[in-house]
């Protein structure tokens, strides 16, 4: 079906690469205020409550802007909304940096969260919809490579910036401090993201719905590698018409009110962050200080972590198309488990309460290589290949729109896991460890039980439940 040739790899490499930009924003975006916290919650005289919603608050721009960008992008097409999610990144990192207190930080920070949002549907979408079967996991999985590479760049920047300035708090260039210099960094990405929007042509599949045949068959021939375009169009034409004759422009069905297959992509999504990923992340400075490092310690294993993250997820790009997606699923969740399920033991035996909180050798050691081996088996697997599963499980007609609804479920469960995890710790760090393990055994279950396999698979094979479910192998 596809051309081999270099030529048409590079191309096809090309426009997934510029789509995953949007990625890397939304890397950047969460990550970013990691190092402004403390600085901006000084200046703004803020703390406790208020201080942890400053930080989780773009999540909920996030659930907003990944629920309405799938039906956005199947009126407009996918790249005007990455055009769209571009402008609300560059806004926002501009009005994060100026704000004056601690709501219209906030507000900016919930504008930016609908550009992430935005960003999480579109990309995979539209990545699924240009790639040629062969090769869709690993371009899919570009996604993924590029968030843990934004919140990578995000870490470099707020270091430097602050290492420039003296400190987070102190004024680094036009009279303004370091912190909020952090925030406007990602305007440079963002313009960046949406030049490159400008460049890339509409998915063939949405060019289709909209009856511009010459159009689609223009981007199969010239980067999907299609040979015999009227065949393919056909395909599509005859996937996209028996989707809307079953009703499927929506996503109700029998099943609680929803598809069966809408239900494997939501629980997918709470799955990918109820194993307590972004906790590692968000709060990695508590973590590695419970253990007995100093603060230049923690944020350094912090970046080494980030590393680590970004190294494992070339590797699932490596393996997605050779070994599969379920596989790949099943392994990480008995990696996830037994990682977690250590640190719950490991932190069962802490000494101390609250802030005093520390752990004896030699489970301090072990805490530190089982958060390790967790974030191994999340980024090698589920942190990538959850992302391309909802890029090519759904049928045609509702892939966009079923995208969104689970980019926001996964969004509302990154932010119940953020939000609840302070609580939790304050109990005890090995319930909450214990919890996440328990999570991840599920999520084994989960896959065994539900999660088709789409590998190699054309997207038109993607018709209903029954047909995905005989995929699995």
């Known amino acids: 079906m596809s051309d081999k040739g270099s ?126 079967a062969d090769v869709r996991g690993r371009l899919g999985s570009l996604q993924q490579l590029a968030i843990v590479l934004g919140i990578f760049a995000a870490l470099l920047s707020d270091a430097f910036l602050a290492g420039t300035a003296g400190g987070a708090a102190e004024q680094l260039w036009l009279g303004r401090e370091a912190w909020r210099w952090m925030f406007m960094a990602e305007a440079v990405p963002a313009t960046i993201y949406g030049l490159l929007a400008l460049t890339i042509p509409e998915s063939p599949r949405y060019l289709v719905d909209q009856h511009r045949e010459e159009e689609a068959a223009e981007v199969l021939k010239k980067y999907t590698g299609v040979k015999d375009t009227a065949a393919k169009i056909k395909e599509i034409h005859q996937s996209l018409t028996r989707e809307a004759r079953e009703s499927l422009s929506d996503l109700k069905g029998h099943s609680l009110g929803l598809k069966p297959i809408v239900w494997v992509g939501i629980v997918l999504a709470i799955f990918q962050q109820f194993v307590g990923i972004n906790v590692i992340f968000y709060y990695s400075t508590t973590l590695w200080r419970s253990v007995g490092f100093e603060e230049s310690q923690a944020l ?33 969740s008995v990696g996830m488990t037994v990682s977690l399920a250590t640190m719950s033991l490991a932190f069962s035996q802490a000494q101390g309460t609250g802030e005093d909180v520390s752990l004896p050798q030699p489970w301090a050691t072990v805490a530190l290589v089982a ?66 393990a328990l999570s991840a055994l599920l999520s084994l279950g989960f896959v ?19 047909r995905t479910r005989k995929a699995r192998t």
């Open 448 to 466: 065994l039980w539900q999660v088709p396999e789409t590998k190699g698979r054309e997207l038109e094979d993607m018709t209903d439940e029954g």
């Open 371 to 436: 958060a390790n081996l967790f974030v191994v088996s999340f980024g090698a697997t589920w942190g990538p290949i959850m992302w391309v599963m909802l890029g090519e499980m759904f049928p045609n007609k509702i892939r966009a729109t079923a995208i969104a609804v689970a980019s926001a479920v996964n969004w509302l469960a990154n932010f119940t896991v953020s939000t609840t995890f302070p609580t939790l710790s304050e109990i005890s760090l090995s319930l909450a460890y214990g919890i996440y």
């Open 7 to 132: 030529t048409m790899s590079g191309r096809i490499l090309g426009i997934s690469l510029a789509a995953a930009m949007g990625g890397f924003l939304f890397g950047f975006d969460t990550a970013v205020i990691n190092g402004a916290i403390d600085a901006m919650s000084e200046d703004f005289g803020i703390s406790g409550f208020l201080q942890g919603f400053a930080v989780s608050s773009a999540l909920l721009g996030c659930v907003v802007g990944a629920w309405f960008a799938g039906p956005l992008a199947s009126r407009q097409g996918r790249v005007r909304v990455m055009i769209v999610a571009a402008v609300l990144f560059a806004i926002s990192a501009i009005g994060s940096g100026l704000a004056f207190g601690t709501w219209d930080l906030i507000a900016w920070r919930v504008l930016g969260g609908l550009g992430v949002g935005a960003a999480s549907v579109i990309a995979p979408a539209y990545i699924a919809e240009v790639s040629p």
């Open 300 to 332: 350094t294993t912090s970046v080494i972590t980030s590393v680590t993250n970004v190294l494992v997820t070339v590797v699932a790009i490596l393996l997605v198309d050779k070994v599969g997606r379920r596989p790949l699923l099943i392994f990480g």
